[in-house]
Every structure is written in C-alpha cells, then in structure tokens.
C-alpha cells in the first residue's frame, strides 16, 4: 500500500516490514500509538524506516507527531492538518542502538508532547494532566554521516515541536523555550 504526503512527490510503500496498528482518532486524541517498542532485533536493510510527520491539530491548538499512515489519514479526517515539517526518518521496530519516542497528549486538549525520556513519560503520566499513548518509533542517540540532530522546542500556548538543529535555533531566537536535544532521526529511508 502506498501512501504519499501532502505537498511532496514522496510515497510510502507500506510492506511486511512495517509495523501498522489500526488504532483510530479518538474524540481529543489518539487510542493507541504503533508497537515500536517490541524487543531488539538486528536488521540491516532500511525498510524499517518510516517517516516522522508532524501535523497540526484543529484549532491550531497543538502539534502532532506520527509514523503511522492509519493515525495520519485519521486525522487528516478530524481536520489536522499536515504542516510541511518532517524531521526525518524514525525505526518502526526496535533496532540496536535506539531508543523509543514515547507520546503523550495533554487531556485538557488537543496537544502533543514526545519524549524519550522514560523519567518524564512516567511523571507526566502520573500527574493526571497527560495521556501516554504509546512508542511512535525509535531513534539512534549516536550521530552518523546519515542521520541529523532533533530538538523539542516549546512554547505556552502553542505547545511542543521536534525539529532539526538550524530550525530549533531559529525558533529559539523566535521565543521559543529550547527544551533539549532529543536524539538523531536518518535523513532518509
């Protein structure tokens, strides 16, 4: 199945290597997240590699992150809206050397925070303001000539972005509250 991403030429051929939940928009967010986080394997080739996709949510009320063409398309039927940003490339399957990104939504609304931070997944959860949905992928933490820096930059009342290094700088010239460096994502499948 193919499926491409508004405002590019990019398709995406979803195959056997590709981890899919059928996991449906709910009412203020998301049911469930992809399965990412399944034990370590070694894989060689980069069908595992899907991309990281950040879309808008209605409202302008916050930023969402996914991998997953189901989640996506879903949205796209809520009236998200894709905002032309995609970091990179995440591994839907674990792979030595990388860690999960965990998402979470804010239950006051529609706004979206990732993390790969075990520590703040748990105590964001446990505050009861924030909804952990899942692993939406797995990054590297080591850098490589194929793969390019993240940061989480925030801003109260415009809510969490994940962003490469040149971008995160300007955002944060812009007001933005850097948050910190997230990982690495592969510039490309």
């Known amino acids: 199945m193919k499926w491409k991403i508004p405002g590019t030429r990019r398709a995406r051929v979803l195959g056997a290597g590709a981890v899919v939940t059928t996991a449906a928009l709910v009412a203020g967010g998301v049911a469930v997240a992809n399965s990412a986080g399944a034990a370590t394997t070694s894989v060689t080739a980069t069908s595992y590699r899907t991309q990281l996709i950040e879309m808008r ?3 302008a009320k916050g930023y969402f992150y ?3 063409q189901v989640e996506f398309l879903s949205a796209q039927k809520r009236g998200w809206t894709f905002t032309g940003q995609v970091p990179g490339y995440v591994a839907n399957t674990a ?3 990388t860690v999960p990104v965990y998402r979470l939504r804010v239950k006051s609304g529609s706004s979206y925070l990732l993390s790969i931070s075990t520590a703040e997944r748990n105590k964001l959860a446990a505050s009861g303001q924030w909804v952990y949905e899942g692993v939406i992928g797995r990054i590297p933490l080591a850098a490589a000539s194929d793969r390019a820096r993240i940061y989480r930059v925030s801003k109260n009342g415009l809510g969490w972005r994940v962003m490469r ?3 995160a700088a300007a955002y944060v010239k812009a007001g933005w509250h850097l948050d910190g460096f997230m990982g ?4 490309h499948k």
Do not use: F, K, L, P
């Open 95 to 97: 792979v030595r050397g």
């Open 66 to 68: 996914t991998s997953n």
């Open 184 to 187: 690495y994502v592969w510039t």
């Open 57 to 59: 949510t209605a409202g």
């Open 165 to 167: 290094t040149a971008q």
